[in-house]
């Protein structure tokens, strides 16, 4: 039996309205009650999943910006890894279509070359928001993740640029098909969780991960089992064929599994 539950946000533990429903709540806190860990592995910033934990009510482990960066439940940083800065003045300044928009998690800001409030969307529960700057001089230093957000036909063709480019010296991965993410080499999400599982004397196959998006991809493949959400990208389905699904976000899948597991 799995002692550890890691779970994705978007497209996973969130629904389609961005917010934790009262079964999932219920379910969770009874998994722990009895027991269980609980870690979240997310793409998004720490400071905005802090805000979602707090509303949670429980102390877990949190893996953000797809890996870079892992908190533990008392909001100590016990791991982060940046973008080298020269190499994250390339990425920005890499050509890109005028319509895809430019993000930067640095530290504990969200940083964007421009005004992008339908994404604020996704922050309502815990108020997290971005700053307007000029990415072109801003400090390169101390940066987890860029990422960019537009139509997917547009991030594809820009995905296959990138990794001819950079494929030797980035980690770049779809969270959702509308954003195309990118941070320093060996980031992802299987290998942050491995290293907060062996922090806690478990094991991968101690776990059982949930996820939707290809930024899950080696967390669902490294797991002891890997549950792949209904609503997943196909692109993910498609590269996990054998792996057992779930219900969708909107119909609590995670929360309806691990109700039968457990």
């Known amino acids: 039996m799995y002692n550890v539950v890691v779970t994705?946000?978007?497209?996973?533990?969130?629904n389609n309205q961005h917010q934790i429903s009262g079964h999932t709540r219920r379910v969770l806190h009874t998994l722990c009650d009895h027991g269980k860990q609980l870690i979240v592995a997310t793409g998004r910033h720490h400071v905005d999943v802090q805000g979602i934990r707090d509303a949670l009510g429980l102390?877990?482990?949190?893996?953000?910006?797809?890996?870079?960066?892992?908190?533990?439940?008392?909001?100590?940083?016990?791991?982060?890894?940046?973008?080298?800065?020269?190499?994250?003045?390339?990425?920005?300044?890499?050509?890109?279509?005028?319509?895809?928009?430019?993000?930067?998690?640095?530290?504990d800001e969200w940083l964007v070359a421009q005004e992008s409030p339908e994404l604020l969307a996704y922050?309502?529960?815990?108020?997290?928001?971005?700053?307007?700057?000029?990415?072109?001089t801003t400090d390169k230093e101390s940066i987890n993740k860029i990422f960019f957000v537009g139509e997917h036909e547009v991030l594809a063709d820009l995905e296959l640029q990138l990794l001819t480019r950079f494929g030797d010296s980035l980690s770049i991965a779809?969270?959702?098909?509308?954003?195309?993410?990118?941070?320093?080499?060996?980031?992802?999400?299987?290998?942050?969780?491995?290293?907060?599982?062996?922090?806690?004397?478990?094991?991968?196959?101690?776990?059982?991960?949930?996820?939707?998006?290809?930024?899950?991809?080696?967390?669902?493949?490294?797991?002891?089992?890997?549950?792949?959400?209904?609503?997943?990208?196909?692109?993910?389905?498609?590269?996990?064929p054998s792996h057992p699904q779930a219900l969708t976000n909107d119909e609590d899948g995670v929360a309806e599994y691990l109700t039968q597991l457990f």
Do not use: W
């Open 8 to 14: 994705d946000l978007d497209g996973t533990l969130l």
């Open 59 to 107: 102390e877990i482990y949190l893996i953000t910006a797809n890996g870079a960066v892992v908190h533990d439940p008392g909001d100590r940083c016990i791991y982060n890894q940046t973008i080298p800065p020269q190499l994250a003045q390339e990425l920005i300044e890499f050509p890109r279509p005028a319509e895809l928009e430019l993000h930067i998690y640095r530290g």
């Open 174 to 240: 779809f969270s959702t098909p509308t954003c195309l993410e990118a941070m320093q080499k060996g980031v992802n999400k299987g290998n942050a969780v491995k290293a907060v599982l062996e922090l806690n004397g478990y094991q991968l196959q101690d776990a059982i991960a949930f996820g939707d998006g290809m930024n899950d991809f080696e967390m669902l493949s490294m797991a002891g089992r890997g549950v792949v959400m209904g609503n997943a990208h196909s692109r993910l389905k498609e590269a996990l």
């Open 123 to 136: 922050h309502k529960e815990s108020g997290f928001s971005y700053r307007l700057v000029d990415v072109l």
